[in-house]
């Protein structure tokens, strides 16, 4: 359970990387802030490209960055859109976090407040390595 000023935290570090979103055609601008199990936080923003469907969410560009980091155990992701809008992570990023784990906290902004949730409630009956022979 993460305490109030930890989800803070992270909202904040969202907000403050989706200033760094490459956004060009949708213009819809999102952070995200990945905490680490080590306490760290590694940050993202989306990244769009002239070949949209080549663009990659916030979400996914922080795992990324997470993991080239050599940090695969994630307790939280903070993602935030423009305006701080009600969002919820498209289904490509829910499957790519399950990667490391359901237990990782989703935390969105809903009607202006933090709302964190598992990714368990987002993703049931997720595919994973187990659902391969
Ligand atoms: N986007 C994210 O980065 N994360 C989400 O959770 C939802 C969507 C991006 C993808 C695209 O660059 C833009 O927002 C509009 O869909």
Request: glycine share 6%; charged share 20%; aromatic share 6%.
């Amino acid at each position: 359970m993460l305490s109030p000023e930890k989800v803070a935290a992270l909202v904040s570090e969202a907000m403050h990387a989706r200033e760094h979103a490459y956004a060009p055609y949708s213009a819809f601008p999102v952070g995200a802030a990945l905490l680490l199990d080590s306490g760290a936080i590694v940050t993202a923003a989306n990244v769009e490209n002239a070949s949209f469907g080549l663009s990659i969410c916030a979400e996914r560009a922080a795992v990324v960055r997470a993991v080239a980091q050599g940090s695969r155990r994630y307790l939280a992701i903070a993602v935030i859109g423009p305006k701080e809008l009600d969002l919820t992570p498209c289904g490509a990023c829910r499957q790519f976090l399950s990667e490391f784990g359901l237990d990782i906290e989703i935390i969105t902004m809903r009607a202006g407040q933090p709302r964190a949730q598992p990714l368990r409630e987002l993703l049931p009956e997720a595919f994973d390595a187990e659902s391969l022979p």
